[in-house]
């Protein structure tokens, strides 16, 4: 959300100077909620889909320390 809003703070100043005025903010703003909106949606979707796909399995990890040994070389 973060990028999405810089990259749509960056785009109005563009656009704003592209048109050699300000253009009305609240229409950025508009379209900033919804880009979070969608983004929202289309994250949520995503994620119920690749869920859906390769639901999760039980799975079980063991941690073991081994304990090595040195020989001493001679050297």
């Known amino acids: 959300m973060t990028a999405l ?7 109005y100043f563009q ?3 592209m048109r050699n005025w300000l253009i009305p903010g609240e229409i950025m ?3 900033t ?3 979070i ?5 289309w994250s949520y979707l995503s994620n119920w889909i690749y869920l859906s796909v390769f639901p999760p399995i039980e799975t079980l990890a063991i941690e073991g320390r081994r304990k ?3 020989r001493d070389s001679g050297i």
């Open 33 to 35: 909620v919804a880009q």
């Open 29 to 31: 703003v508009f379209l």
């Open 5 to 11: 809003v810089i990259t749509n703070i960056v785009i």
């Open 37 to 41: 909106v969608v983004a929202g949606i």
């Open 15 to 17: 656009l704003s100077l």
């Open 68 to 70: 090595y040994q040195f």
